[in-house]
């Protein structure tokens, strides 16, 4: 939920852990844990609270951006769709956009596009959504834009309305360039 510092300030108390020692306190845990299921709670966690602008400039200092960036590589899905979520929420604050976008974040995320999990592939579009500009419109490949007009069809109704949405606002022109380039 949206709030401001004097309302978190607040709420916390005179003696209450404030939000940036809690956040690092979480990033710790996540780092130094050796269980798969605080990981993946930690994980949740961190993505939740990345949906709040209060905590970006937090979020920003303890680097937790590029934790959900890392963590988009790693096996264990649930962790893969906890990352992507995290960058879903943050990717609509300009700096954090733009800090996905010069680490790599497209690549990354359209990696995930293959994944069967729904829950990942909402959060990545949604994600591409907001994370495409003129100057990163160039990294979406024709194997994304195939990938994401085959979700068009999907059975999921979520899906399909984010693919579609995606595909009306930002590859239309694209698509009609790589399609005259092929001809």
Same mark, same amino acid.
């Given at each position: 939920?949206?709030?401001?510092? %004097? $309302?978190?300030? $607040?709420?916390?108390? $005179?003696? #209450?852990?404030? @939000? +940036?020692?809690?956040?690092?306190?979480?990033?710790?845990?996540?780092?130094?844990?050796?269980? $798969?299921? #605080? @990981?993946?709670?930690?994980?949740?966690? !961190? #993505?939740?609270?990345?949906?709040?602008?209060?905590?970006?400039? +937090?979020? @920003?200092? !303890?680097?937790?951006?590029?934790?959900?960036?890392?963590?988009?590589? %790693? =096996?264990?899905?649930?962790?893969? @769709?906890?990352? #992507?979520?995290?960058? &879903?929420?943050?990717?609509? =604050?300009?700096?954090?956009?733009?800090? /996905?976008?010069?680490?790599?974040?497209?690549?990354? !995320?359209?990696?995930?596009? &293959? !994944?069967?999990? %729904?829950?990942?592939?909402?959060?990545?579009?949604?994600?591409? *959504?907001?994370?495409?500009?003129?100057?990163?419109?160039?990294?979406?490949?024709?194997?994304?834009?195939?990938?994401?007009? =085959?979700?068009?069809?999907? %059975?999921?109704?979520? /899906?399909?309305?984010?693919?579609?949405?995606?595909?009306?606002?930002?590859?239309?022109?694209?698509?009609? =360039?790589?399609?005259?380039?092929? *001809?």
């Amino acid at each position: 939920m949206f709030t401001s510092k %004097e $309302k978190l300030i $607040k709420r916390t108390g $005179k003696n #209450a852990i404030g @939000r +940036y020692d809690f956040l690092k306190l979480l990033v710790t845990e996540f780092k130094t844990t050796k269980s $798969k299921e #605080a @990981r993946e709670q930690v994980l949740a966690n !961190l #993505a939740n609270f990345s949906y709040d602008p209060i905590n970006y400039g +937090y979020i @920003r200092q !303890l680097k937790i951006i590029d934790l959900f960036l890392h963590t988009l590589s %790693e =096996d264990n899905i649930k962790l893969v @769709r906890f990352a #992507a979520g995290g960058i &879903c929420n943050l990717c609509t =604050d300009p700096i954090n956009k733009l800090y /996905i976008l010069r680490n790599h974040g497209i690549q990354l !995320l359209t990696s995930l596009l &293959c !994944l069967q999990d %729904e829950d990942t592939i909402l959060s990545v579009i949604t994600s591409l *959504i907001f994370l495409i500009t003129p100057e990163s419109k160039s990294q979406i490949t024709v194997e994304t834009f195939e990938t994401i007009s =085959d979700f068009v069809k999907h %059975e999921n109704n979520r /899906i399909q309305n984010l693919a579609t949405v995606f595909l009306n606002n930002h590859c239309k022109a694209n698509v009609e =360039d790589q399609s005259t380039k092929n *001809i």
